[in-house]
């Protein structure tokens, strides 16, 4: 019964914005570490973005200053804002259950509870 279901993504242009969301069943995110990945074709799965349930953020280098993650807890929401798109970013963007490991090096691990994905294509 836990259940995570991104949708939003599409087709934009370079430069352009999406703001996918992640609609959580069967827990609170509320009290929980949250976190956005993305898979680009033929490359390995990565963090792009997390939060924390105390509200703190953790961003990928590649997209620090132009994505925001947020949520919505009255919702059992999360969000990615993604402004500024660039054509690297095309990928499938996944949202997940995380733990905050406290790590310098791996600070955030996915759990296994995954959302099936939604496609982000950036291109003219």
């Known amino acids: 019964q836990v259940q995570l279901v991104e949708s939003g993504g599409g087709l934009v242009q370079p430069g352009g914005s999406l703001r996918p969301s992640c609609v959580a069943s069967g827990f609170s995110i509320m009290t929980k570490d949250m976190g956005w990945y993305r898979q680009i074709l033929g490359k390995e799965r990565e963090l792009v973005a997390a939060i924390r349930s105390g509200g703190e953020t953790h961003y990928a280098d590649s997209v620090k200053g132009r994505f925001i993650i947020s949520r919505d807890n009255a919702k059992n929401t999360l969000y990615l804002q993604m402004n500024g798109l660039k054509p690297e970013d095309t990928a499938v963007y996944y949202c997940?259950?995380?733990?905050?490991?406290?790590?310098?090096?791996?600070?955030?691990?996915?759990?296994?509870?995954w959302g099936q994905g939604t496609q982000v294509t950036v291109s003219s």
């Open positions: 997940a259950l995380t733990y905050y490991s406290g790590s310098p090096h791996l600070p955030y691990l996915p759990t296994g509870y």
